[in-house]
């Protein structure tokens, strides 16, 4: 059997930053993340070890015990850092810069009288941040939403992404907008940001040679959910699992070549147990069937 990694995957540049600012030693037992640092179970055990808490939103403002607090990698509305500062808080922003061209994004098509729409999940920690600071939105998440936009009655539409959708879903939401016969004029700027293309593209290449797919991240990982959904577009066999301990080596029996890929909040320690732990089931089956494993 043989394994392979996608040539893309695993942690971006904004979740490792921001994980470097809250692991800083300085922060040991002095900060409270607001919000899931990122998605991903291993990491927020290894900051609570770390001595820093958390706390799901700026909701649990009560619940903070600490002076210094973190805005995560998903970005936060500036309503939000206000009320954060106004409450006595030192706020650390860990932002990532790619969220933040979202808001940018937004707020400047508003400017230009656009009806800002955001394709994404409402309820998610990014989405809430872009549209916490304007007045009037939509969000839509599938082409089953894509009434509202006649219902709320507005022509001129600003459309960003959330930054770790699908490509080709977001591409095919807003051409049927365009074509929607009650909207006049679309602005649209693909705000999905280049390492969720970069995975994207390269579990899709990886599909083609496979024949079952592990994706390895937090089960409320967006970006790795959207991995899976490549692979059921691709009609790949696909196993969603957080760590190694999950891996069922029934799933490998009669499979010839097995891929991984992982989300960006997924650590490379995680990544690399779960790499190991399917060579072992692989050297394991190619043993009963008495064939060498190919590297
Ligand atoms: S997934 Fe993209 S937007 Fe989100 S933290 Fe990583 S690089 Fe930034």
């Not at 954060?84 to 707020?107: N, W």
Request: aromatic share 4%.
């Amino acid at each position: 059997m043989k394994v392979s990694l996608a040539s893309a995957l695993g942690t971006c540049f904004g979740v490792q930053d921001a994980i470097n600012l809250a692991m800083a030693p300085e922060f040991r037992h002095d900060m409270t993340i607001v919000g899931q640092l990122v998605h991903n179970p291993q990491i927020n055990e290894s900051l609570k070890k770390n001595g820093v808490s958390l706390v799901k939103g700026v909701e649990e403002l009560d619940n903070i015990k600490t002076k210094k607090v973190m805005i995560t990698a998903h970005g936060a509305a500036d309503k939000t850092k206000d009320r954060l500062r106004e409450a006595g808080f030192i706020v650390y922003d860990a932002s990532c810069p790619l969220v933040m061209r979202v808001h940018k994004t937004i707020k400047s098509m508003v400017e230009k009288n656009y009806f800002p729409v955001v394709i994404g999940q409402e309820d998610h920690v990014e989405v809430k941040g872009i549209v916490g600071d304007l007045e009037d939105y939509l969000v839509i998440n599938n082409e089953d939403d894509l009434e509202k936009i006649r219902q709320r009655g507005k022509t001129k539409l600003g459309i960003v992404s959330q930054t770790t959708q699908q490509v080709d879903r977001v591409e095919g939401i807003v051409d049927k907008i365009r074509a929607m016969d009650c909207v006049e004029e679309v602005a649209f700027v693909n705000t999905i940001c280049q390492p969720t293309r970069d995975r994207q593209v390269a579990v899709w290449e990886l599909a083609n040679q496979v024949d079952l797919m592990i994706v390895v991240g937090g089960y409320n990982s967006s970006n790795t959910k959207k991995l899976v959904q490549v692979c059921e577009v691709k009609n790949i066999e696909a196993h969603h699992i957080e760590s190694s301990s999950q891996l069922n080596p029934q799933w490998f029996a009669n499979k010839k070549h097995v891929g991984i890929t992982a989300g960006t909040s997924t650590p490379e320690n995680v990544i690399n147990e779960v790499h190991t732990e399917i060579l072992r089931i692989a050297a394991n089956i190619d043993r009963m069937e008495g064939q060498p494993t190919p590297l």
